[in-house]
């Protein structure tokens, strides 16, 4: 799972990656708000299951992929993080190559978790990583695409699996101060909203002996209707 706004929106502590994994969780990514809780700088070297985007600059505390076991299997995670209207950090396809390519030597399912603003990047590293990768999912939007698809050398793809939170805001924050911000341009602090929730994520069924995914579902989750399409 996608943990970089787990603590109101901003990075996560040690005691929420702890509940997460109390609940089952194998394995956390982040993203570009990794540091916001300054708190993680305390434990990120030393919890394996939590990972920030590979493409960091070297030296950066905490590692970029990881591998979980759950169930009698592997899995391979790698997280990555984009450029396009994010910071110009190191380039995340050059950073798939040689991580993905070096996996692939001991397992056969890897999952890639890029975390990216445009739409049109995400596709692309899909396409990169098309046969490499089992799984190509994307986060950071807030916004579950309606484009979960195998592509053609098996490897499961969509562009933002969405958010876990509520869903009366604005991407998950209280409307009224989003508002106020884009209508004044003043500074604003945005607040976590506290009404309907809902959980979004996608399930994925791969292959035992290739790796490559045999099907890909997005779940949709709402506190007062549960959907799978």
């Not at 990075?11 to 394995?27: K, M």
């Not at 046969?131 to 698809?149: E, F, L």
Request: net charge negative.
């Amino acid at each position: 799972m996608n943990g970089e706004n787990a603590a109101s929106g901003r990075g996560i502590t040690q005691a929420i990656a702890r509940e997460f994994f109390d609940w089952g969780v194998h394995g956390i990514t982040m993203g570009n708000h990794t540091w916001d809780n300054k708190e993680i700088f305390d434990f990120i070297d030393d919890e394996p299951r939590i990972i920030r985007p590979a493409n960091f600059p070297p030296g950066t505390p905490g590692r970029g992929y990881t591998v979980v076991k759950g169930g009698g299997k592997e899995l391979a995670i790698v997280n990555l993080q984009g450029r396009t209207f994010l910071p110009a950090i190191d380039c995340p396809f050059r950073a798939a190559d040689e991580i993905v390519d070096e996996l692939r030597k001991k397992h056969k399912h890897i999952l890639v978790d890029f975390h990216a603003e445009a739409t049109s990047e995400k596709i692309a590293m899909g396409w990169h990583l098309d046969g490499r990768a089992s799984i190509v999912v994307g986060t950071h939007t807030h916004v579950q695409s309606n484009d979960d698809t195998i592509l053609p050398q098996g490897t499961a793809y969509q562009t933002d699996a969405g958010m876990v939170g509520p869903y009366e805001g604005v991407l998950g924050m209280q409307k009224e101060a989003v508002l106020q911000k884009f209508q004044t341009q003043l500074p604003v602090r945005f607040q976590v909203d506290m009404g309907k929730w809902h959980f979004h994520a996608i399930s994925v069924e791969l292959n035992d002996d290739d790796g490559k995914a045999r099907k890909i579902q997005k779940i949709r989750l709402k506190e007062d209707e549960w959907r799978m399409d």
